[in-house]
């Protein structure tokens, strides 16, 4: 089955303990992205990758690593996490072909990891 | 600058009632635009895309929009809304670097 899959789904953590949150996608994608969704701010984007070993800042990157080592895979890092970071998280994957979303393509989002920052 | 605005932040609706749900972009690249819908519980899912051609595009569930690019819309409509299309709906732009909306909360009334 095609998806994306996310790990963990829930976690609540402390502020300034590193966590990752994984992301991996079967559909040979070579475009990901990360989401945050916050009540009345809808879905911002954080980091997204064109294709492997290239990524861009979204609208929010402040306080989240990625990394892009292999086409299916696309982990979001927060190295110190804060309460204000207390979101939930999508990634999604898109585009197929020579050119991600050169038409761009539709978005296949990840079931959401809720993520608590006591 | 980029950005998508929905102008409805909820709305409350009757089964059986017609729906539109306005979407305004501003947006300097290619113009590709989508309609996601997050049914409660669950992640996004596309409703439907347009990226050119005919600017009436009709998607699943009954749901269509219309990209009129003189006023930078992509309304979506629904003739006759049932209870299942209780959900909130996101407006989405762009290419490289898709936007979303912030979305609009949908309650049907059964």
């Known amino acids: 089955e095609a998806q994306v899959t996310q790990n963990p789904r829930y976690l609540i953590t402390v502020t300034g303990k590193k966590l990752t949150v994984t992301c991996s996608q079967n559909?040979?994608?070579?475009?990901m992205s990360w989401y945050r969704q916050d009540p009345g701010l809808g879905l911002r984007q954080i980091y997204y990758?064109?294709?492997?070993?290239?990524?861009d800042k979204g609208d929010v990157p402040e306080g989240y690593k990625v990394s892009r080592k292999e086409k299916r895979n696309f982990p979001l890092i927060l190295e110190s996490p804060s309460p204000n970071q207390t979101s939930l998280y999508f990634c999604a994957s898109g585009g197929e072909g020579t050119r991600a979303l050169s038409r761009a393509n539709v978005l296949t989002f990840g079931a959401g990891s809720r993520l608590t920052v006591l | 600058a980029q950005s998508v605005s929905q102008h409805n932040h909820h709305v409350i609706l009757s089964e059986a009632a017609s729906l539109e749900l306005g979407c305004n972009y501003s947006?300097?690249?290619?113009?590709?635009l989508f309609w996601y819908v997050q049914y409660p519980g669950q992640h996004l899912q596309l409703l439907l895309k347009?990226?050119?051609?005919?600017?009436l595009v009709k998607g699943i569930k009954g749901f269509e929009a219309e990209f009129i690019k003189s006023k930078f819309s992509f309304n979506l409509r629904k003739p006759s809304v049932q209870w299942s299309d209780t959900a909130e709906y996101f407006c989405?732009?762009?290419?490289?670097?898709?936007?979303f909306g912030k979305g609009t909360r949908l309650h049907i009334l059964p």
């Open positions: 947006y300097g690249g290619t113009v590709n």
């Open positions: 559909m040979n994608h070579e475009y």
């Open positions: 990758s064109m294709n492997v070993e290239v990524t």
């Open positions: 347009y990226f050119s051609g005919d600017p």
């Open positions: 989405a732009v762009g290419d490289d670097k898709i936007i």
